[in-house]
């Protein structure tokens, strides 16, 4: 099963806003009329019930997003780009290049904007002022971002059946559910989680077969990982045990012990003991003896065949019984404590604001990511263009901070990519 893939993605830049006047006949003094530029597109992750493995990206890992048009004259301005829309399964993790968890889909339709698009540039129609009529300065658009991220899925179902290979997980979803896993007499048929609705005593609810477990699973063994990942999103487990096992009762605390060795809170997830092959006559006649000695921990004790079908329905009644008292999963609540790792924030990285002004090598560098794309489109050999974007300069606050931080004429200043020297 394809469940965990790196992907690239890159959001789309925004368009120039455009520097233009108005041309018209017998309007000797026509302003400005340049448009802005459009927005850069999104790369949005989105929830899908539709999908359930994360195989579509084996092939397709790069996602970009469209950039935004440039403004142009009579004020136009500049279409957006086009977002770019990955569908994901539901459950699946979004984990950024530090290993964090950035966020957690768990519904279908949920959106979460994994590469804001970069916003359009201001016009020059933005800068006229009454000390300013014509403006030959505007704002380049913002630039997207690109990011390497990671997607592991979990899948979220109501009921987990697990087990050791064998025990007959495969019959039993395909006795409740149109899931038609491949049953066979030899361990390790099932290589995958299988996913099946189940409809009982009118209640709706998703089950899933997870592939056999071996001892050491919650070191990886067997591809332990990845199938003890899917069992943390299970709000009910049925523990299936082999009737016509050596050792039934060893089968069982052994499971139960990987999945305690793997996250010591799955060992207080509600489980169901199910003793599967009570068609055979060997298993009949010794279930009680095999019950008694599984201890305290099989109270919730049905024996059942898979096959045929024999007390599966007395199994489900306590399924939805105890389902019916478990909560539904929802997005856990933020931590305040900033040892945690791994908490879902479902909201884009704030952008940079206001101005900040550092030296570095004797150069003052000027952090404003509004005026560092002003400075991207200035025509420097035009004296008016120099002037108008001095004055904005001082409007934002950039000429005091320079001044505050010992600027003296002759000094270089670096805005940006922009370099010059301050007079």
Do not use: C
């Not at 968890?101 to 002022?129: F, M, Q, T, W």
């Not at 012990?257 to 799955?266: G, H, T, V």
Request: hydrophobic share 35%; net charge negative.
């Amino acid at each position: 099963m394809i469940d965990n893939v790196l992907i690239q993605i890159r959001s789309g830049s925004g368009g120039d806003g455009a520097i233009s006047g108005r041309h018209e006949k017998f309007v000797p003094r026509g302003g400005p009329d340049g448009g802005d530029g459009g927005r850069g597109g999104n790369v949005i992750i989105k929830g899908d019930h539709n999908e359930n493995t994360l195989i579509n990206f084996r092939y397709i890992k790069n996602f970009i997003a469209g950039n935004g048009e440039n403004g142009s004259k009579a004020k136009k301005h500049g279409k957006d780009g086009k977002d770019t829309i990955i569908k994901v399964p539901v459950g699946t993790q979004i984990i950024d290049e530090g290993g964090s968890i950035i966020a957690d889909i768990i519904l279908s339709g949920e959106e979460y904007i994994a590469a804001a698009g970069g916003r359009g540039g201001y016009g020059n129609v933005k800068y006229s002022s009454s000390t300013s009529q014509y403006p030959v300065i505007a704002q380049s658009g913002e630039l997207g971002s690109e990011h390497n991220l990671r997607l592991e899925l979990k899948l979220i179902a109501d009921v987990g059946i697990i087990g050791v290979p064998n025990a007959g997980k495969s019959s039993l979803i395909s006795f409740l559910t149109a899931a038609r896993p491949k049953v066979a007499s030899y361990p390790f048929t099932t290589i995958e989680p299988v996913l099946g609705l189940v409809k009982h005593r009118e209640k709706d609810f998703v089950m899933v077969d997870i592939p056999g477990l071996l001892e050491g699973a919650h070191q990886g063994i067997g591809l332990g990982h990845e199938f003890l990942r899917h069992i943390e999103r299970t709000r009910v487990l049925v523990h299936l045990v082999d009737g016509t096992s050596d050792n039934p009762s060893g089968d069982f605390h052994k499971i139960n012990k990987e999945l305690e060795l793997f996250d010591e809170s799955l060992k207080d997830k509600p489980q169901i003991l199910v003793i599967n092959k009570v068609d055979l006559e060997e298993v009949r006649v010794l279930a009680e003896d095999v019950r008694d000695s599984m201890g305290e921990d099989a109270w919730r004790f049905h024996i059942v065949s898979a096959i045929s079908g024999e007390g599966v329905s007395e199994m489900m009644d306590e399924v939805v019984q105890v389902l019916s008292d478990q909560p539904i999963a929802n997005h856990p609540e933020p931590s305040e404590d900033p040892e945690e790792k791994n908490i879902p924030i479902l909201r884009p990285q704030p952008r940079r604001r206001g101005v900040s002004v550092h030296q570095e090598d004797g150069i003052y560098i000027v952090e404003a990511p509004g005026v560092e794309r002003i400075a991207q489109r200035i025509d420097y050999e035009d004296w008016l263009a120099r002037m108008q974007f001095y004055k904005h300069m001082q409007k934002t606050g950039i000429v005091k901070a320079l001044e505050e931080a010992g600027i003296t004429e002759g000094d270089t200043v670096r805005i940006g990519d922009v370099e010059w020297e301050w007079d």
